[in-house]
Nanobody
Framework: QVQLVESGGELVQAGGSLRLSCATSGLTFGRYNMGWFRQAPGKEREFVSGISWTGGDTYYADSVKGRFAISRDNALNTVYLQMNSLKPEDTAVYYC??????????????WGKGTLVTVSS
């Protein structure tokens, strides 16, 4: 059974940093593209960042470029999202997702249950 478990979300002040982790099991992690998405209260889920299965290609939403960094450790079956210079508008539930072919689509195959990030002003 495939599982994606996010962690690292918490309350942080504006300007602070957090690192989210997504630990996976039940899939051949090194074959999967991975993505981070977020959903703020009252809004639709949106793409944040993606990384190819090799780690060689990364993608970011314009709203987080230069502040967030995605990475993966294929030996640990884990993908990370380093978030710096956090803003109140980054407040959301953050989800990771896995797919063999896509890294930025809301229709990726496997999803975690999310971790809450709250940025106070």
């Amino acid at each position: 059974q495939v599982q994606l478990v996010e962690s690292g979300g918490e309350l942080v002040q504006a300007g602070g940093s957090l690192r989210l982790s997504c630990a996976t099991s039940g899939l051949t992690f090194g074959r999967y593209n991975m993505g981070w998405f977020r959903q703020a209260p009252g809004k639709e889920r949106e793409f944040v960042s993606g990384i190819s299965w090799t780690g060689g290609d990364t993608y970011y939403a314009d709203s987080v470029k230069g502040r967030f960094a995605i990475s993966r450790d294929n030996a640990l079956n884990t993908v990370y999202l380093q978030m710096n210079s956090l803003k109140p508008e980054d407040t959301a539930v953050y989800y990771c997702a896995a797919d063999l072919y896509r890294s930025s689509s809301n229709t990726m195959t496997y999803w975690g249950k999310g971790t809450l990030v709250t940025v106070s002003s």
